[in-house]
């Protein structure tokens, strides 16, 4: 067979292209090539035993994630970090792997300070009655797993939860950043940046936020969510100062 079109050697070629992206991601976002600093694409192939091509590859991802960008005759250069994408979810996942940790869950808890209020007054005055009831069978879903150490499943019901708060805003932009929400709630949870169960007054809420949607209750719908919020910063004031 013509090993170009072998899908076994498609397959080691992705495997080393998803390994090095691996590698080089969280070395980027976590200061060990800092901004400025050039990357060859023959000395990483040497140090990481792949091909130039499985470079090239995860070079390409990480120029689409604006963390660096390719100059010729000089190298692979690390972009300074206020130019990084850094809503992208994969950039997000990487610093939350790394020692900046608690800055970037701080920061990106207080973007949902600042978004999901709002999203969540604008689904009670639009959600749709199909909406509604998805909102509600997520908060009774999240308290249905809120007890036991069941962390898995209530991060997977908590997640949907917001991604439907977004969506039912109506507004596309708002929608976007249910990726982001996903991203911090699931490295609260990894990291253990969250106690072994939820707090049961944060559970409640968010059964009070999906009864206002339903009631189009806007301006409890966006307090409540504010409550939220904020209860999850003060959450990082102890777990991770």
């Known amino acids: 067979m013509d090993q170009r079109t072998d899908p076994r050697t498609d397959g080691r070629q992705a495997d080393l292209h998803a390994t090095l992206l691996a590698a080089l991601g969280p070395a980027i976002t976590g200061g060990e090539h800092p901004p400025g600093a050039v990357l060859r ?13 499985a470079v090239r590859e995860a070079v390409r991802v990480l ?29 997000i996942r990487w610093r939350m792997a790394g020692a900046d940790r608690p800055r970037q869950l701080r920061s990106l808890t207080t973007l949902r300070s600042a978004i999901e209020p709002v999203a969540a007054g604008l689904a009670a005055r639009l959600a749709t009655p199909a909406q509604c009831a998805e909102v509600t069978a997520l908060a009774m879903d999240m308290v249905a797993t809120s007890r036991g150490g069941r962390l898995d499943a209530y991060l997977a019901h908590d997640i949907a939860f917001h991604r ?3 969506r039912a805003s109506g507004n596309e932009m708002f929608a976007r950043l249910g990726d982001v929400v996903a991203e911090v709630l699931t490295a609260r949870t990894r990291h253990g940046v969250m106690f072994p169960d939820p ?17 189009g209750d806007a301006a409890g719908a966006e307090r409540l969510t504010r409550e939220i919020t904020e209860g999850a910063l003060r959450e990082l004031d102890v777990l991770a100062p």
């Open 199 to 215: 707090d049961p007054a944060a559970v409640t809420l968010h059964v009070r936020v999906a009864e206002a949607v339903r009631t």
């Open 41 to 53: 694409t023959d000395a990483l192939a040497e140090r990481f035993g792949v091909s130039r091509t």
């Open 164 to 166: 439907a708060v977004l």
């Open 63 to 91: 120029e689409s994630l604006r963390l660096v960008e390719s100059r010729r005759r000089l190298g692979v250069r690390v972009r300074p970090r206020e130019e990084w994408d850094v809503l992208a979810p994969q950039v």
